[in-house]
């Protein structure tokens, strides 16, 4: 961790610099050793430092010019020096940015200068503002994947003298190790958002969720989210990273998306085809684990859940009968009978009246071929 105000102050060599402050040298040894020291002293680098980030500088190359110092006394002055020159230009231009928005007036400490500055700078940075931020979103996170409304992350933002862009807020977020889901650096707007945990080591900049594992993921949310179920129980989720094969540094990213969508109640979309690729006992098992998460054993499941499961299935391209089936076994023989007597319909009528009308809107969801005709008879 590194803080502007904790270093011995060491005097610009230019002139008439009113009001910058000061290049400070580090008061404990740079973990960057000597390539940070370089930027420090060396006249020529100096020249590319914008004026008011120039502690911002040196700390930035000494992190991207760290591992060229062990080559200093094998490569030639020359290849060296280009090395180093195309380093020192690339953290100028990183740090430029902040150097431009605090030259406006904006505060040094505030979010949006500090939003202007690269995320690995940002990662080991102590700021007030910043420290204010995390205790926040710590706060939403308290229970892990939280999805929240723009409203309630723009005060917090605010606070710390942000201003209203949004993909900026997802800068500093990243800088903190917070995840957004949809991130609004690709173009996504959204009035609500999921906050998770970025793995350690995350690259940085913006990522879409695991492509290939969507479909599956778009598959399920409506299901739970109309059974009203704020998380996939642990059965169907390990049944959907198995299914879906989501490297692991991607699971906290789609936990969230699927939180989002569940949030949104967000509609299936076209998932037909790419879910038609796994064969039929994968999709029969998909469908299985979905029913068991949002069905109780004996007892009859709403309207609404089984017309979502009806959608569901038939997205899998499974026949009505196989949910009918399923949903039998689920529910069981005694699942009708009432022991106060009421004149309540036992769940076997619910489904006899509910499933034919979702039976047949979706019984051509998928071209049935020989094999899922054999594996149905089967099933």
Same mark, same amino acid.
């Given at each position: ?10 005097? +610009? ?7 910058? /402050? ?25 020249? !590319? ?11 930035? $190359? ?21 090395? *180093? ?42 700021? /007030? ?10 706060? $939403? ?9 723009? /409203? ?33 650096? *690709? ?8 906050? $998770?945990? +970025? ?17 599956? $993921?778009? +598959? ?14 642990? /059965? ?10 989501? @490297? ?9 998306? *699927? ?30 684990? !979905? ?14 859940? %089984?017309?979502? +499961?009806?959608?569901?299935?038939? %997205?899998?391209? !499974? ?47 998928? @071209? ?12």
């Amino acid at each position: 961790m590194w803080r502007a105000d904790a270093h011995d102050t060491l005097p +610009l060599p230019r002139r008439g610099a009113a009001r910058v /402050p000061p290049v400070r040298r580090p008061s404990v040894p740079s973990p960057s050793g000597d390539a940070e020291a370089l930027a420090r002293t060396d006249p020529l680098l100096r020249y !590319l430092v914008p004026r008011g980030a120039e502690e911002e500088f040196c700390v930035l $190359f000494g992190m991207r010019a760290r591992g060229l110092d062990e080559e200093w006394g094998r490569l030639s002055g020359w290849t060296l020096s280009r090395r *180093l020159w195309a380093v020192a230009e690339s953290c100028a231009g990183g740090v430029r940015p902040y150097a431009s928005e605090v030259a406006r007036g904006t505060p040094r400490g505030s979010l949006e200068a500090l939003s202007r500055l690269p995320v690995e700078l940002l990662r080991g940075m102590e700021a /007030p503002a910043l420290g204010a931020l995390r205790a926040r979103l710590d706060g $939403f996170r308290a229970e892990g994947t939280a999805v929240i409304g723009w /409203p309630e992350l723009w005060e917090a933002w605010w606070e710390g003298g942000g201003q209203g862009s949004p993909w900026r807020v997802a800068v500093v977020l990243e800088a903190l190790g917070v995840g957004m889901e949809p991130d609004p650096r *690709l173009g996504r707007g959204s009035t609500e958002v999921a906050l $998770f945990a +970025l793995a350690e080591g995350a690259s940085p900049g913006p990522e879409v969720p695991h492509r290939a594992s969507r479909p599956l $993921f778009a +598959l399920v949310a409506p299901v739970l989210a109309a059974a009203g179920l704020a998380d996939p129980p642990l /059965p169907l989720w390990v049944t959907m990273v198995a299914l879906s094969g989501i @490297p692991t540094w991607d699971i906290p990213r789609m936990e969230a998306h *699927l939180a989002y969508r569940m949030a949104t109640r967000m509609r299936a979309g076209p998932v037909r085809a790419p879910l038609g690729d796994m064969g039929w006992e994968d999709r029969h098992r998909l469908g299985l684990a !979905l029913l068991e998460a949002v069905c109780d054993p004996g007892a009859a499941p709403a309207e609404r859940v %089984l017309a979502a +499961l009806g959608g569901a299935y038939g %997205l899998l391209g !499974l026949h009505p009968r196989v949910l009918r089936r399923d949903l039998r076994a689920r529910l069981g023989p005694e699942a009708g009978d009432d022991p106060k007597g009421s004149d309540r319909s036992p769940p076997h009528a619910t489904l006899d009246c509910a499933l034919p009308a979702v039976g047949q809107a979706t019984v051509h969801a998928r @071209p049935s071929t020989p094999t899922d005709h054999i594996a149905e008879r089967n099933a």
